[in-house]
């Protein structure tokens, strides 16, 4: 029973000389939870300024992006505790859909 958490930003965050670093910059744009999604379970639309995401599940998953996501057991595969970075387009009303793993 995985409990999808995203996190959506809308830049990369700088360090006191200016240099980029590789971390969101906070606080984020908006945080949604996918909770114990059974079946294919979609997110709200991402904010029109995010252009990348932080996904993190606390239990086996598997998503999906896309203007109306259909998550399968068969693709996208997450393992329990993993946290991964996707890049979207911003302004493209995209979602995630996510549903629990083995």
Do not use: W
């Not at 906070?26 to 939870?33: G, K, L, Y």
């Not at 068969?74 to 493209?92: C, D, I, L, N």
């Amino acid at each position: 029973m995985a409990n999808v958490f995203i996190t959506e930003y809308c830049k990369l965050g700088m360090d006191q000389q200016g240099k980029m670093v590789l971390a969101g910059f906070e606080p984020a744009v908006a945080e949604q939870v996918i909770a114990n999604p059974v079946a294919s379970t979609q997110s709200s639309a991402f904010n029109a300024l995010t252009t990348f995401v932080m996904v993190h599940v606390d239990a086996a998953a598997h998503v999906k992006f896309g203007a109306n996501p259909t998550a399968v057991t068969t693709a996208g595969h997450m393992s329990a505790g993993e946290t991964r970075f996707y890049a979207v387009q911003p302004g493209q009303s995209i979602k995630i859909a996510a549903i629990n793993g083995a």
